[in-house]
């Protein structure tokens, strides 16, 4: 059982506000509590939570009286008390440790951290329900917060500010944290403001990640609607393990080496993470039940995007060398579908990856870039701000390019059928 299973089994408390109060040094060392208020549900006594890795409970109280808290591995953590299903109750966890693995960036970028308050990966509880919430961030000196959380966006900061996230009245629990020293832009791209952060050794500016994602930004916006996202700060992290884009419009690029104006890998880095504003943000996909999907979607758009920009030669080439040779890698180990496949199937970045754009493209070859767009257009129409299932996608489609598409969803997304072997079947 994975430590998402294990999560998910313990759906216990029903968070109606929480409080949680975070205290950063410079050296990482952060310290913090955070204090719920929730009603137990489906009667069960144990509750179980994430923190960030590196990051240790120091003690639980439940009602004003101490539980003991168990560590269950991977960041998460459980405790057992006394609690009756429906009553309400107070929790409060105390923790303390460091933020580092893929938290904590050194060598010549020092001070680079991330903290994810994300649906089950924060340091409080990792249930993800709508919940009034505060979180309070005290920083060392000069620091640059950006954060993805709807109220506060990114501002230089005095020394040991305190900063103050409340979700007030439309509560969102999931946002991210990126405290740092770089180098910034600001830019306007339409009606989304973005801004980029950059570390001042990068092989590249800011300027040009914010031209990149304001290019991406402007054809999706033209190809299917404007997103429903006012702001997007795009945080180039040193030595991150992966691009990720966070509720509230903030993109992580760990992994953009080169300068996305120029270099194809780190354009299709940005132009994924921004579709995601999109496709996975602004239309949600369970994690559980659509991952394979949404990123399908994704590395579609980031490819043809790409390949409008760079060429129709080069897009043939990065085809037949990387997508469709990593993309049989995928089909060889997973043994599972598009659909079906989660963050713990082999292969699974292949097969979202590589596979994923590969199948949209065959869609995209069969009916045509229009109707993929008429049919995206009608996918944000009507899920923009909702969740969207598997399903939905598949009959979107069916409604745009006929029943000649659904053969393409029952073999290569929902089924396992092998992608056809020439580039000419994709278009190229
Ligand atoms: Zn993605």
Same mark, same amino acid.
């Given at each position: 059982?994975?430590?998402?299973? /294990? ?23 952060? !310290? ?6 929730? #009603?137990?549900? /489906? ?26 808290? @168990?560590?269950?591995?991977?960041? +998460? ?21 460091? +933020? ?15 903290? !994810?308050?994300?649906? #089950? ?31 506060? %966006?990114? &501002? ?67 190809? $299917? ?33 080169? &300068?996305?104006?120029? &270099? ?19 239309? %949600? ?21 790409? #390949? ?17 040779? @990593? ?14 496949? %989660? ?6 970045? #292949?097969?979202? $990856?590589?596979?994923? /754009?590969?199948?949209?493209?065959? +869609? ?65």
């Amino acid at each position: 059982m994975g430590w998402m299973d /294990a999560l998910s089994a313990y759906e216990g408390l029903r968070v109606a506000r929480g409080v949680y109060t975070l205290q950063l040094d410079g050296a990482g060392n952060v !310290q913090g509590t955070a204090r719920v208020e929730g #009603r137990v549900v /489906a009667g069960r006594s144990a509750v179980a939570f994430a923190l960030s890795p590196g990051v240790t409970v120091t003690d639980v109280q439940v009602d004003g009286l101490g539980v003991a808290p @168990q560590g269950m591995g991977e960041g +998460l953590w459980s405790f057992a008390a006394p609690l009756s299903p429906g009553a309400p109750h107070r929790v409060q966890v105390n923790y303390a440790g460091r +933020l580092e693995r893929a938290f904590m960036r050194d060598g010549t970028d020092r001070g680079w951290y991330e903290m !994810q308050f994300m649906t #089950r990966w924060r340091p409080v509880f990792g249930l993800d329900y709508p919940a009034a919430s505060r979180t309070t961030l005290t920083l060392p000196a000069t620091f640059t917060a950006a954060s993805s959380f709807a109220l506060v %966006h990114e &501002d230089r900061i005095g020394p040991a500010v305190r900063y103050v996230w409340d979700t007030g009245e439309t509560p969102h629990s999931d946002f991210s944290v990126v405290v740092g020293e770089g180098l910034r832009a600001d830019g306007q791209a339409g009606p989304v403001s973005i801004r980029a952060l950059c570390p001042q050794a990068a092989p590249y500016s800011p300027q040009s990640v914010l031209a990149a994602a304001g290019g991406a930004l402007h054809a999706y916006a033209a190809a $299917w609607g404007p997103c429903t996202y006012l702001r997007l700060t795009l945080a180039c992290l040193p030595h991150s393990a992966c691009g990720n884009c966070a509720r509230e419009g903030l993109a992580l690029f760990g992994q953009l080496r080169a &300068d996305p104006t120029t &270099d194809p890998d780190a354009f299709r880095l940005v132009a994924h993470e921004v579709s995601h504003l999109w496709w996975g943000l602004g239309v %949600h996909f369970d994690e559980g039940r659509g991952l394979g999907y949404v990123e399908a979607l994704a590395n579609y758009c980031s490819e043809r995007l790409a #390949r409008s920009r760079f060429g129709l030669e080069a897009f043939g080439r990065h085809l037949s060398a990387v997508l469709l040779p @990593q993309a049989k890698i995928a089909e060889a180990a997973a043994g599972v579908s598009l659909r079906d496949c %989660h963050y713990d199937t082999p292969e699974s970045g #292949r097969l979202r $990856w590589a596979k994923g /754009a590969c199948a949209m493209l065959l +869609l995209e070859a069969r009916i045509g870039c229009a109707a993929v767009d008429e049919a995206l257009s009608k996918l944000k129409r009507e899920f923009m701000g909702r969740r969207a299932e598997p399903a939905d996608v598949r009959r979107t489609f069916v409604e745009v390019g006929g029943e000649g598409v659904i053969r393409c969803f029952e073999d290569y997304f929902d089924g396992t059928v092998p992608l056809p072997q020439g580039t000419e079947a994709y278009g190229a």
